[in-house]
Every structure is written in structure tokens, then in C-alpha cells.
T-cell receptor, first 114, second 114 residues
């Protein structure tokens, strides 16, 4: 079965600084990978996804993520953080042939200092 | 109007009571899911349904039951609520025809069991 680890529970960055949120997965083949964001009191919104092809994927709100097979990682990055990016971020993995089921990480809470 | 709606948005109930959470979608997706979110644990899958006649247990189905009344409706029931079922519950949908594995989430129901 697949699993996801988000090693950072909380991260604080200053507005305008760069951001990297870590995600490591465990799966025997090439997985489907996702990053979702949850703003306070809201549901989850998809930021970006990786299925195949180019390992650097672009998403909404200026986010990008890079799939590194050798490191089993799919880290989320943003060059310049805005105060509105403060939210909880979840990495998720789906197994090919797994019927659209996703396994989520425990989340990283991002705080942005002005 | 939201594509995935959940009712109620907030509910406080007492131990031992039966409660139903409802989810409706207008996306025309065939697959629907129920998750619960607890602080520090991320999202965990309770039940999922690939179509009206195909319902499956997730990783934490004990104490819960579901009903897929129509393709667009998927309800989660707690037959006898207990305090450790206090959590944020999310419904999600996906479309098997696209092969994208992307899930779309409702706004969540915050359930408190006293």
C-alpha cells in the first residue's frame, strides 16, 4: 500500500520569501501525486498534480512541484510567498489502477509573517 | 452554486445519537468518497463508492455506514455517535472517465459529539 510523509508539521516564512514544503511517498511504481491546499474553514483545493511526463509541474497561485523518482519526493515550491498563502497543505498519492483512491499526508501548516 | 455540497455544515450531537451527514454533487461524477480529518492525522478514508451499487470500506469504517441513494448523493451515518467521532468530515468526488484521479472536495461538516 502507498503512504505519504510530510515531515514538517508547521512552517513559518516571511512574506516575499521563498517556500518549499516537503513530501515523500512510498509506492512500488510511479504514482499519481497531488498537492492540495486547505484555507481556514474551507474544503481542499487542488494546487497541482503529476501523472507522467515532465517532472516539474506548474499549478495555480504560482506554485510548482518537482517529482524526483530517485528520492521518492514531490516537494512543493513557491518563489515568493504572499500573506494569503497561509493555509494547510496536503500531499497525496494515488496508486495506478487503485480506483481513484488517494492517500493523504498529515499536512503542513504554513504561517506567513508580514 | 458549489459543485459539491455538504449538509449540515456544523452539527453538535450527544453520545449515542444517530446522525446523518449528506453530500450532493452536480459534477456528474461517478465516484464519491467520505473522509474524516483530525488534527495531525490528515485525511483518512472512511468509505468510497464507485457507482450506486458499488460501495467499499476505507481504512476507518468502523462505527460508520453509508448510502448511495443516487449517483449524485452519498450519505454518511453514525449509528450511535461517540466523542472520538468528533472531527471534520469531507465528501469528495472523482470522474473515472477522465482517468485523472483528481478529487473534488466539499466544504466539510464539522461534527462535535458531546
Amino acid at each position: 500500500a502507498q503512504s505519504v510523509t510530510q515531515p514538517d508539521i508547521h512552517i513559518t516564512v516571511s512574506e516575499g520569501a521563498s517556500l518549499e514544503l516537503r513530501c515523500n511517498y512510498s509506492y512500488g511504481a510511479t504514482p499519481y501525486l497531488f498537492w492540495y491546499v486547505q484555507s481556514p474553514g474551507q474544503g481542499l483545493q487542488l494546487l497541482l498534480k503529476y501523472f507522467s511526463g515532465d517532472t516539474l509541474v506548474q499549478g495555480i497561485k504560482g506554485f510548482e512541484a518537482e517529482f524526483k523518482r530517485s528520492q521518492s519526493s514531490f516537494n512543493l515550491r513557491k518563489p515568493s510567498v504572499h500573506w494569503s498563502d497561509a493555509a494547510e497543505y496536503f500531499c497525496a498519492v494515488g496508486a495506478r489502477g487503485g480506483g481513484n483512491k488517494l492517500t493523504f499526508g498529515t499536512g503542513t501548516q504554513l504561517k506567513v509573517e508580514l | 452554486d458549489a459543485d459539491v455540497t455538504q449538509t449540515p455544515r456544523n452539527r453538535i450531537t450527544k453520545t449515542g445519537k444517530r446522525i446523518m451527514l449528506e453530500c450532493s454533487q452536480t459534477k456528474g461524477h461517478d465516484r464519491m468518497y467520505w473522509y474524516r480529518q483530525d488534527p495531525g492525522l490528515g485525511l483518512r478514508l472512511i468509505y468510497y463508492s464507485f457507482d450506486v451499487k458499488d460501495i467499499n470500506k476505507g481504512e476507518i469504517s468502523d462505527g460508520y455506514s453509508v448510502s448511495r441513494q443516487a449517483q449524485a448523493k452519498f450519505s454518511l451515518s453514525l449509528e450511535s455517535a461517540i466523542p472520538n467521532q468528533t472531527a471534520l468530515y469531507f465528501c469528495a468526488t472523482s470522474d473515472s472517465q477522465t482517468g485523472s484521479y483528481e478529487q473534488y472536495f466539499g466544504p466539510g461538516t464539522r461534527l462535535t459529539v458531546t
